[in-house]
């Protein structure tokens, strides 16, 4: 039986970053969010701007940066993955991520989007998530897609304020 290749955690956790920066309703966060960080508030660690925080802070300052926008772009400036002990590099790995997003806000001045410009660096430890059930198998032992991974440490430095750049 074949087995599901799962991304490399480099762009595993650019989509994740992704979803949650651009998700624009409370589910599609809360779906991106759930996608990403662990539900295993006993191992986990953040630090989000020097401070250790739970889950719940986390997830409001993503959803202060996220959500209630009318659009969002991120650009990823550079990426770096350090493979796990056991040289797997989708499970038990660390890496470092610095993105940039613009955020257009609902509000409209002058037919424009007041936008907020959100830079961020953030590490992160990954590995397979044992409180996340499998899928049931169906026919020949096949599962469909199935990502157990979500992170367990997470560092995070971010900026957030107006958009001063030139459209």
């Known amino acids: ?29 809360n779906e991106a969010f759930d996608a990403f960080v ?6 986990l660690e953040i630090i989000f701007n020097g401070a250790r925080i739970t889950r719940e802070e986390y997830k409001a300052h993503l959803k202060g940066e996220a959500f209630d926008e009318v659009g969002a772009s991120v650009q990823f400036n550079g990426v770096v993955t ?8 989708t ?14 806000e609902g509000i409209v001045i002058r037919d424009a989007p007041v936008e907020r410009k959100i830079v961020s660096s953030v590490n992160i430890s990954v ?21 157990p991974r979500r992170a367990f440490k997470i ?9 001063t750049s030139s459209s």
């Open 1 to 29: 039986m074949a087995n599901i290749v799962l991304p490399q955690l480099a762009p595993w956790s650019e989509s994740h970053l992704q979803a949650i920066t651009q998700a624009t309703t409370q589910e599609k966060f």
């Open 38 to 43: 662990t539900k295993d508030e006993s191992h």
């Open 127 to 147: 590995k397979n998530d044992p409180t996340i059930p499998k899928p049931a198998t169906i026919a020949h032992g096949i599962r469909g897609f199935f990502d």
């Open 82 to 89: 350090v493979p796990g002990k056991d040289g797997d590099a």
């Open 155 to 163: 560092n995070q430095v971010v900026t957030d304020g107006p958009n």
């Open 91 to 104: 499970s038990n790995v660390s890496t470092g991520i610095f993105y940039t997003a613009i955020i257009a």
